[in-house]
């Protein structure tokens, strides 16, 4: 068992434990020792994104490798990927990434990538943890042994061109008018020049972040606010990011969400075509919706299943050999470009297709017919199984014997956030919503 990792690195409220400047010191020391192994010294990178404690963890942090010899090479603000990429560029031997994601600004998170760009594995971060709280004290080095803090100024321009890169030759994005709701977070300045670099009118929304604003009314939770603005300014799409930028919420021309499920599905139709998605197959979790399978079959393709979390979609894809994977959510993978959810890549892959096909985004969503699905969040005061719990279980099976064969029930504690997710999916919105409401009353009873 881990103590402090969790399903996305370590998170919580900042400032207070685990999420505070002494264990994030500590955390820095052990992450040294634990990567400087056979070579004479470890180097990692640290990134972050907008939120006011980025700046107070991010030294805390990098004073903790530079005490136990290992050298830092920051980046400053920039999305999560970016981190995973320059990680891997610059030769590091990891990277770590300061963000809580989707989480409100008072929220902060500390998780780690591999010299590969890739999420560590639990085994690596529990090793890291038994450094961490081993009672024998990490060596204190001296002298020019001492770790160097260096900044890497043009850390922008080499995530901008690599991105650049993904973009399908010989096209670009002129006579196009995009809105782009960058959350106030880690995106807000790499992702309208990367969009107008590439010729578009970009109109942007919510790149003015003060510390606090990271995530509020804004970004894929409310995309009714990219929504508005599409239809106001009769763009041809609306792009929705988080705060650290690893996914994406597109809005099509009429105003209507596009969410994951369908953006993998008119993808993968387009690897279908070019002969380039492997076994026709890509990789979602248990929440993704049943018309996603349907819309695969269709392809002579195949959606595999996963446990919620893009590490279990990537962990998958490799093991396979796959190249696209993801999440409703937005968190989209493509392996053929980058090692994790990618929210501007994803963006550049929907436009290429559009592009391409000279199609709207409402058409392109139409290869996928959605099931009507209900999530519903109940917060509780301590995180548990409710399948544990006999009455919220009763609760469960009567309501999987109402709804039949005809769709599904999912009920889960969060990895990230207090909640409890009720998801039910069938053919009748109305049937659904009742049976979702009724499980939700029994958890937030029992465990609220």
Not at 396 to 404: P, Y
Request: hydrophobic share 35%; glycine share 10%; charged share 30%.
């Amino acid at each position: 068992m881990r103590r402090l990792f969790g399903t996305d690195g370590i998170r919580g409220v900042a400032n207070l434990h685990p999420m505070t400047p002494e264990l994030a010191f500590q955390l820095g020391k052990a992450a040294a020792t634990f990567f400087k192994k056979d070579t004479e010294k470890a180097s990692l990178t640290i990134g972050r994104d907008t939120r006011l404690s980025g700046p107070m963890l991010e030294e805390a942090i990098s004073s903790g490798i530079s005490s136990a010899g290992g050298d830092v090479f920051k980046l400053g603000i920039l999305p999560t990927p970016a981190i995973a990429y320059l990680t891997k560029s610059l030769k590091a031997d990891a990277g770590i990434v300061i963000s809580a994601s989707h989480n409100p600004y008072y929220d902060n998170g500390i998780k780690f990538f591999s010299r590969r760009g890739f999420k560590l594995s639990d085994d690596y971060e529990k090793k890291i943890e038994e450094l961490l709280f081993r009672k024998k004290k990490v060596p204190r080095p001296t002298g020019k042994r001492i770790g160097r803090i260096c900044p890497i100024d043009d850390a922008p321009k080499r995530y901008e061109g690599f991105v650049l890169k993904s973009f399908h030759r010989g096209l670009n994005l002129r006579g196009y008018r995009i809105v782009v709701d960058c959350a106030n977070g880690a995106t807000y300045q790499v992702a309208p020049q990367i969009l107008r670099e590439l010729g578009a009118e970009v109109i942007v929304l919510n790149n003015k972040s003060d510390g606090t604003n990271i995530n509020e009314n804004c970004g894929p939770l409310y995309p009714e606010v990219t929504r508005k603005r599409v239809l106001k300014e009769k763009a041809d799409v609306g792009i929705s990011l988080d705060g650290d930028g690893d996914r994406v919420i597109p809005i099509d021309e009429k105003g209507e969400v596009v969410d994951g499920d369908q953006v993998m599905a008119f993808c993968a139709q387009e690897l279908i075509r070019m002969e380039r998605l492997p076994k026709k197959t890509l990789v979602a979790t248990v929440m993704s919706n049943l018309g996603l399978d349907l819309a695969l079959e269709r392809m002579g393709g195949e959606v595999l299943r996963t446990p919620v979390g893009d590490r279990y979609v990537l962990d998958k894809m490799l093991r396979e050999n796959l190249t696209l994977g993801g999440e409703q959510s937005g968190h989209i993978i493509f392996l053929e470009h980058n090692t994790t959810g990618d929210g501007i890549i994803t963006t550049l892959r929907i436009l290429s297709i559009m592009k391409r096909r000279n199609k709207p985004l409402s058409e392109l969503a139409q290869v996928m017919e959605k099931f009507p699905q209900v999530l519903i969040n109940v917060r509780v005061k301590k995180k548990k199984s409710p399948l544990k719990v006999p009455e919220i279980k009763k609760e469960i099976e009567r309501a999987e014997k109402k709804l039949g064969s005809g769709g599904r029930i999912l009920v889960r504690p969060s990895g990230t956030e207090p909640f409890i997710r009720v998801m039910v999916e069938g053919r009748e919105r109305e049937e659904i919503e009742t049976i979702a409401r009724d499980i939700s009353k029994v958890i937030k009873k029992k465990l609220s």
